[in-house]
């Protein structure tokens, strides 16, 4: 088992970012944070020729991004994290004092957001950039209580075994001995064989030993097979010759060594699912319908539109901007619960987190609550 470590959240979880777009101060703060930040990565994609959000859907995107339920990796942490979690985390401690937004680091983040194309936002994980992870500067110091890294000042939250909430603890300096498991180096180094080693810089014509020592629109690229040392290049574009997926902007893949569009369609009636046909390697090809077009994969295996009604048919999803979900037991379309109400799976609750409440004699009492510590099984 392994946990992932949520405050409490101050609120129900918002449909969209939401709350007032600046501070009292006029300052930039959590909430206008995430706005700037969604639409910022929006526009990037929409930019990708081949990629998913165009001038029909655009509007959808901040919205899809935001009710993703799909869990990604938490910055220097094997924790898996919802992103709608995340900001409410972030936006808690901001409330509580312990966090506070970095504007000029925010123009920063944005600047290389926008320099992106990424075909897919949803590929693109907000705290694995530095330049936007840096933005959330904590106040907490050494041995205080935390429930994220970013609360903590010059330092990161230990929330290993059982600890909820974790304690602040200090990074690794340069050069002094560390373990990649269970230490983290200080801004700009990397936990190495030979101690904390200064990272690549990531830019482009940086040299690097593998994709991570670049920033994420470049990839490291060897000149020849075997070489140990490679250099930091430009992702390549739809049609580009590729030898892996790596090499391809953001949300292409390469397909038969050509950088390619994710095989996922917008128009309705197209084919989805698994096809009978496989690939030049001998793997499935898996048709999928782009999300942001408010499409699914239907029971026929062709994209229809996600419905937007309670208690109509559903395949895998409804429409997310309506704050549905598709019930994976009767597979229609459900409000969903509020905090305090029974429930059997996360997918039921607004706060995504159903939690056992009491168990007599192997029954078990589930009631949707507000996440604190969510047992995740490996």
């Not at 998913?52 to 993703?68: L, Q, R, T, Y």
């Not at 942490?77 to 979690?85: R, Y």
């Not at 037991?329 to 996360?346: D, E, F, I, R």
């Not at 987190?353 to 029954?363: H, K, L, M, P, Q």
Request: charged share 20%.
């Amino acid at each position: 088992m392994r946990k992932i470590f949520l405050v409490v959240l101050a609120a129900v979880i918002f449909s969209s970012c939401g709350g007032e777009s600046k501070s009292e101060n006029g300052e930039m703060n959590m909430a206008n944070f995430f706005e700037r930040y969604l639409d910022t990565l929006c526009t990037a994609s929409s930019k990708c020729a081949s990629g998913f959000v165009n001038a029909e859907n655009f509007s959808f995107c901040p919205k899809v991004i935001m009710n993703s339920t799909t869990p990604f990796e938490g910055f220097h942490k094997g924790e898996n994290i919802i992103f709608k979690h995340k900001y409410e985390m972030l936006k808690n401690a901001e409330e509580m004092g312990w966090i506070t937004v970095d504007m000029l680091q925010a123009e920063e983040c944005f600047l290389l957001i926008s320099q992106m194309e990424p075909c897919n936002p949803l590929d693109v994980q907000l705290l694995d950039i530095p330049q936007c992870a840096l933005v959330f500067q904590g106040t907490k110091t050494l041995k205080q209580e935390c429930n994220q890294d970013e609360e903590c000042r010059n330092g990161w939250c230990n929330l290993r075994g059982t600890l909820c909430p974790g304690t602040c603890v200090d990074y690794k300096m340069p050069n002094q001995n560390c373990n990649a498991s269970f230490d983290k180096c200080i801004t700009g180094y990397e936990c190495r064989s030979s101690g904390c080693s200064q990272s690549s810089t990531g830019a482009l014509n940086d040299p690097c030993v593998s994709n991570s020592d670049c920033t994420t629109f470049l990839f490291c690229y060897f000149a020849k097979e075997g070489d140990y040392n490679g250099v930091c290049l430009k992702r390549k574009g739809e049609g580009m010759p590729c030898a892996d997926t790596n090499e391809c902007v953001v949300g292409l893949s390469c397909v038969n060594n050509a950088c390619s569009r994710s095989r996922i369609s917008d128009q309705v009636g197209a084919p989805c699912g698994v096809q009978p046909d496989k690939d030049e390697n001998g793997n499935e090809i898996v048709l999928e319908c782009n999300r942001f077009s408010k499409l699914e994969c239907g029971p026929a295996h062709v994209c229809q539109k996600m419905p937007a009604d309670s208690n109509l048919q559903c395949s895998e999803s409804c429409d997310t901007d309506r704050g549905l979900y598709c019930d994976s037991s009767s597979h229609t379309c459900q409000w969903p619960k509020s905090a305090g109400t029974v429930c059997t799976k996360n997918e039921q609750c607004a706060s995504l987190y159903c939690a056992v409440v009491s168990e007599t004699e192997g029954s078990e009492v589930q009631v949707c609550q507000e996440p604190q510590c969510i047992p995740i099984n490996e």
